[in-house]
């Protein structure tokens, strides 16, 4: 199984097998305190072969802080279940959606999502957490 997309926004939704995405790209969120809600989703697009069809796939998004601590933990098992005739070759394409728009993050900087299924890190994903301060560049000189 591989990871075909995944990004973070502010809303995901699974409806019928697609995945609906507002707000995606999300890599920068704007907090004037913290601790904070992350406040947004991670959108996911999975692909399966055909030999993978068989048995159920553990696939689980764990959020890190700055200091590597883990924050938050979603997950869920996805199992194709027939239905669909595959072309020799074709992948089964699965939609999930996470939510971490209630993960608290305690410190402003650099936190990951660390995407695995199986057990296997397949991406990770960098979200910064800035102060609105920082929003604007020092002049050139």
Same mark, same amino acid.
């Given at each position: %199984?591989?990871? #075909?997309?995944?990004?973070?926004?502010?809303?995901? #939704?699974?409806?019928? !097998?697609?995945?609906?995405?507002? !707000?995606?790209?999300? #890599?920068?969120?704007?907090? #004037?305190?913290?601790? /904070?809600?992350?406040?947004?989703?991670?959108?996911?697009?999975?692909?399966?072969?055909?030999?993978?069809?068989? @048995?159920?796939? $553990?696939?689980?998004?764990?959020?890190? !802080?700055?200091?590597?601590?883990?924050?938050?933990? +979603? !997950?869920?098992?996805?199992?194709? $279940?027939? @239905?669909?005739?595959?072309?020799? $070759?074709?992948?089964?394409?699965?939609?999930?959606?996470?939510?971490?728009?209630?993960?608290?993050? $305690? /410190?402003? @900087?650099?936190? +990951?999502?660390?995407? %695995?299924?199986?057990?296997?890190?397949?991406?990770?994903?960098?979200?910064?957490?800035?102060?609105?301060?920082? %929003?604007?560049?020092?002049?050139?000189?």
């Amino acid at each position: %199984m591989r990871v #075909t997309s995944a990004l973070l926004c502010d809303a995901a #939704t699974v409806r019928e !097998g697609l995945l609906h995405v507002l !707000g995606g790209g999300v #890599t920068r969120i704007w907090r #004037t305190e913290v601790p /904070t809600a992350l406040g947004v989703d991670l959108a996911l697009l999975l692909s399966m072969d055909q030999a993978e069809q068989d @048995g159920p796939h $553990n696939v689980r998004a764990v959020l890190y !802080g700055p200091d590597v601590s883990s924050i938050m933990e +979603v !997950g869920g098992v996805v199992q194709y $279940n027939g @239905g669909a005739r595959l072309e020799p $070759n074709e992948e089964h394409s699965i939609a999930m959606s996470f939510p971490f728009r209630d993960a608290v993050v $305690n /410190t402003y @900087g650099r936190h +990951v999502i660390d995407l %695995m299924v199986d057990d296997e890190s397949h991406r990770r994903i960098d979200v910064w957490v800035l102060h609105p301060e920082e %929003m604007s560049l020092p002049p050139l000189d």
